[in-house]
């Protein structure tokens, strides 16, 4: 498994941007499936984005698909997620994800960060 930090959240207003990162320990990261997922109080976490090994397929739910942007360096051992036109529905603490599957679904992925809150005001 790898070890994952997050950082990079904040408070923002709505149509503005932020960018998260992830940075990852261990030899191995270039191997794993990245992802960030979000979650609000009392909802199951939701997948955001996904970006395999190759860092060239990226794939992106359809709520924050033309808004958010994620990449990965393996050279770093980091992965990003760039957020823009941010929207108050937005508002959730953000998770990297490291998984050896290319799904969506959170229980696929087996490390994890503690976890960036963002917040968007209208």
């Known amino acids: 498994q790898v070890q994952l930090v997050e950082s990079g959240g904040g408070l923002v207003q709505a149509g503005g941007s932020l960018r998260l990162s992830c940075a990852a320990s261990g030899r191995t990261f270039s191997t794993y499936t990245m992802a960030w997922f979000r979650q609000t109080p009392g909802k199951e976490r939701e997948f955001v984005a996904r970006i395999y090994r190759s860092e060239a397929s990226t794939y992106y739910a359809d709520s924050v698909k033309g808004r958010f942007i994620i990449s990965r360096d393996n050279a770093k051992n980091t992965v990003d997620l760039l957020m823009n036109s941010l929207k108050p529905e937005d508002t959730a603490l953000y998770y990297c994800?490291?998984?050896?599957?290319?799904?969506?679904?959170?229980?696929?992925?087996?490390?994890w960060g503690q976890g960036t809150q963002v917040t968007v005001s209208s």
């Open positions: 994800a490291a998984g050896r599957y290319g799904t969506t679904r959170w229980t696929d992925f087996g490390s």
